[in-house]
């Protein structure tokens, strides 16, 4: 299990790399919702969300012989733009295996960047593409399945500890389950009484599946959700959602559009499914908890373009 300590030392590590995004009371959220929140800012994060912590916790923590290596990873997006991002930073070579399922504009940035990028046909292939490149001599970096990966976005957490007033619950989107785990870790540390929520989308079930088998399943994918569309949970991150978070919530994809248009329109920021599917979630705690709750969101990115919303606002029937 990662402890406050480590995730401390991930923070002094990054510090300096990375942004201590805000953490604000949401006027707007507070009224859609009727209970007070607080919105922890991740997709003010350099390269669009949170995964920029993981990334350079790992890369900071490399050898000289594993960074001349150059580093893998595999990512839906996120994960892929903040390893490409933070390793041009840091000078070193990076490759990046996504999907082709992955926006458009993610596989750009990360091509931008100066990440070598390989398109698979699916997650699964593209796991086992930096598998595989990993066994011919590339650092792998993986985006959930790494203690120190999963401390980096613990700082998410020890921020939110620090910065945010009374809270009762917090809820932080789910796809391989780093964050959570890191969240929660942090959280369990400095604010023992809060209680964690996850929240996935309906095609991207990897986490809560665990929890109903009782350890790591492999799981369809369908959500439009990329960014949380992990086939499967780790151990470690298994682990810690078992023990720290009180449930997984699984909401439609479009409940997750809807709450990012609801996002825009009342707390003024613009993200991405896997940050909207957090507006869904909190209403169905707000029915567990009642009016007594003071919410706290880890809005983790805002990583869709305008073409993206509007597609899905059209699919969905929400324009």
């Not at 909190?282 to 073409?307: I, P, Q």
């Amino acid at each position: 299990m990662i402890g406050i300590s480590q995730i401390e030392t991930a923070a002094e590590r990054i510090a300096g790399h990375v942004v201590r995004t805000p953490t604000v009371p949401s006027p707007g959220l507070s009224a859609l919702l009727g209970v007070p929140v607080t919105a922890k800012l991740e997709l003010l994060q350099r390269t669009g969300s949170f995964k920029a912590r993981g990334a350079t916790a790992k890369l900071l923590s490399l050898t000289e012989a594993e960074r001349a290596a150059g580093v893998v990873a595999v990512s839906g997006g996120n994960h892929g733009i903040a390893l490409a991002v933070m390793a041009s930073a840091l000078h070193v070579k990076a490759t990046v295996v996504m999907p082709r399922t992955a926006p458009a504009r993610s596989v750009e940035l990360a091509a931008e960047a100066g990440a070598s990028v390989r398109l698979t046909d699916g997650m699964d292939e593209a796991f086992a593409t930096a598998t595989r490149l990993r066994d011919e001599g590339l650092t792998l970096v993986h985006p959930f399945d790494d203690p120190v990966v999963v401390a980096g976005q613990g700082t998410v957490g020890l921020e939110l500890a620090q910065d945010a007033g009374d809270l009762t619950d917090v809820l932080v989107s789910v796809g391989g389950g780093g964050l959570i785990a890191g969240v929660a870790a942090a959280l369990h540390a400095l604010r023992p009484g809060v209680r964690v929520w996850g929240v996935e989308t309906e095609g991207a079930e990897a986490m809560s599946e665990a929890l109903a088998a009782g350890g790591p399943v492999p799981v369809a994918l369908s959500s439009i959700s990329t960014t949380l569309s992990a086939p499967t949970v780790s151990q470690l991150t298994y682990d810690h959602v078992s023990a720290l978070v009180e449930e997984v919530l699984v909401v439609p994809d479009r409940e997750a559009v809807q709450g990012c248009l609801d996002l825009t329109e009342h707390a003024k920021v613009w993200t991405e499914p896997a940050a909207g599917c957090l507006l869904p979630g909190a209403r169905l705690v707000r029915e567990r908890v009642g009016d007594g709750a003071r919410l706290g969101l880890v809005v983790c990115g805002g990583n869709a373009t305008t073409a993206d919303m509007m597609s899905w606002a059209d699919r969905f029937g929400l324009r």
